[in-house]
């Protein structure tokens, strides 16, 4: 039998866990002040900090240096706590082997095809850094940057601010891009994020979290049982350089139909074409909903061992699903193991890959007097 996320608490908290981690129950204390301490120092001299935030049953570390994720605690069933995201325990690491590990991605989250398009009118070359592709925003995306974190309470939620300039001509892109990043621990333990961005110049932006999530616990093993639902009846099929063709495939009577949630592993090798060339699972997935002026709720991930569940809200029309194909046992993470392939995975929130040379997919321009706003929120129980 499942327990709700009250019962967790209440459990996590008889076996003596501190109360204070323990957002929504009389004995919370929702608001806390997130704690900062030192991480490291980069190449260049940098200081790179590290931010402690708990709330409602959630806990975080987040990272000044690429606004990384590097552990995310939740209770399972019995209310006992495991960290849930793939990251490594020092920035040397992530400064030189991350795969994007917990990071925030940008300017453009996926992949451009070539690296160029063409925006009114005028071509523009951006850094390659994924064969003949750029991928996240070239080899010095926002996931290798230093944010500015200005950490908050606000009545019972807890946060940071993340902020960070991206230059005229930063990786090839166009335009000064003034990004904000809101992190956010809400007393019921939900993760939201808000971002917003404006430029001087038309570009294209698409920000997204590159969280790896393996909710048996980082470092357990693969992900093949956790069983995944995702609201959408279409996909967009890539060629052998993952760049999507245009087209937008019905997911029905294929590996890529997870309208009814089924294990990870229950298609994984099924042979089909989509999979082989991308060693696994590493698709958009057409969301049903469409661009939404709100979050509406389209994945739900569950690790039946455990009990502990992850549900994704979003605004927008895409849903990178990537199955951690490229781990390959070369990288050790927090718990002292090494990630292979399938020992987490990516569910990452999105405008469509190639969508600056894709005039069918929704558009990522933005333009001088605009707001680029999107909101993803996600929300845990066991």
Not at 241 to 269: H, N, S, Y
Not at 321 to 326: A, E, K, L, M, Q
Not at 342 to 362: I, K
């Amino acid at each position: 039998m499942e327990l709700n996320r009250r019962t967790v608490i209440a459990g996590a908290a008889a076996a003596g866990l501190a109360a204070t981690t323990l957002g929504g129950t009389a004995h919370a204390a929702p608001g806390r002040k997130p704690v900062r301490e030192h991480f490291g120092t980069l190449a260049d001299g940098t200081e790179v900090h590290r931010w402690s935030l708990e709330n409602g049953g959630t806990r975080m570390k987040v990272l000044s240096y690429g606004g990384v994720v590097q552990t995310l605690q939740l209770p399972d069933r019995h209310g006992r706590y495991a960290n849930v995201v793939a990251g490594f325990d020092n920035l040397a690491d992530y400064a030189a082997d991350s795969p994007y590990f917990g990071a925030l991605i940008g300017r453009y989250g996926n992949r451009i095809d070539a690296g160029r398009f063409t925006l009114d009118g005028k071509p523009y070359q951006l850094d390659v850094n994924d064969g003949d592709n750029s991928l996240h925003g070239g080899a010095k995306g926002f996931d290798k940057r230093v944010w500015d974190v200005e950490p908050f309470t606000e009545g019972t939620d807890v946060g940071l601010r993340l902020r960070y300039t991206s230059a005229d001509g930063e990786m090839g892109y166009p335009g000064t891009l003034r990004t904000r990043v809101t992190y956010t621990l809400t007393r019921h333990g939900d993760w939201r994020i808000d971002y917003e961005a404006t430029t001087d110049k038309a570009t294209v932006v698409n920000l997204t979290s590159h969280v790896y999530w393996n909710l048996a616990g980082e470092g357990s093993g693969g992900i093949e049982d956790h069983e995944l639902s995702i609201a959408a009846a279409r996909y967009t099929p890539t060629d052998s350089g993952l760049i999507p063709t245009g087209e937008l495939a019905k997911v029905a009577g294929t590996p890529f139909d997870f309208r009814r949630a089924k294990p990870i592993g229950r298609d994984l090798r099924a042979g089909d074409e989509q999979l082989v060339l991308a060693k696994g699972y590493d698709h958009n997935w057409v969301l049903d909903k469409g661009i939404t002026a709100r979050p509406e709720h389209v994945a739900t991930l569950r690790d039946p061992h455990s009990g502990r569940t992850l549900k994704i809200a979003t605004d927008q029309p895409g849903l990178q699903f990537y199955s951690g194909n490229f781990l390959d046992g070369t990288l050790t993470g927090t718990s002292g193991r090494t990630y292979r392939q399938g020992d987490a995975l990516c569910l990452e929130t999105q405008h469509f890959p190639d969508s600056p040379n894709q005039p069918a997919f929704p558009s990522t321009v933005l333009r001088p007097g605009q707001t680029y706003r999107t909101t993803t929120i996600h929300r845990f129980s066991a």
